[in-house]
């Protein structure tokens, strides 16, 4: 399990496989193939481009899917793939590559992503045709002020804003993929991550607005 190195206490939890299993589902591997991420986290030692500690244990695709197939082959009960970093999976080119080989070697699997939301509105057709039938999304933040507090700056279309100008944006295409998500009748889930005296009164609210929306939520 990989875990990003933080400068405040927060409780990080990779085990989630999905929506309705709260990590508990059999035959679920995670498979970190995006090291680069596109958003900073400011309780977070990694850069935009994905610099810092933990990162020289991203797996190559071929060893991603050939991790996979080998297992299958040994005929593990292995029902799901979950492609959850250890940086932002949509921000990777690795992950797609990953997907479309899974998908066309392995249809049975149910292949998921884990993201933070930035990138899921624009993406969201690439991954319906690359098999994906679950998301995972990191809100933190339902107030821009919030977001603020949580967030330095993101990396968008190669251009980098700080969290002043960007917050509204970031909030507003996490909401708009997962609707979208929704729509295109995706399993989803929002993780939010605790972080103490910054977003604690906000995790209620993330969770209920997650939930009309027709997420399932969780905080860790």
Known sequence: MI???CTIPVKTNREACSPETDGTMPGCIHLPVAPACNIQCRFC????????????TALSPQEA??????RLARREPIAKALIFGPGESLANAASYVVLRRLSWLHPELILGIET????????IEQIVADGVRAVSITINALSEETAKKIYSGILYK???YPIEAAAEFLLKNQWQGLMLAVDAGLQVSVRTIVVPGVNEEEVPLIAGKAGKLGAVSKAI
């Open 116 to 123: 933070n939301g930035l990138l899921l509105r624009d993406r």
């Open 65 to 70: 899917v050939e991790q996979i197939s080998s």
């Open 158 to 160: 190669g251009r980098r």
């Open 3 to 5: 875990l990003r190195k």
């Open 45 to 56: 030692a990694r850069t935009f481009d994905g610099a810092g500690e933990g990162m020289s």
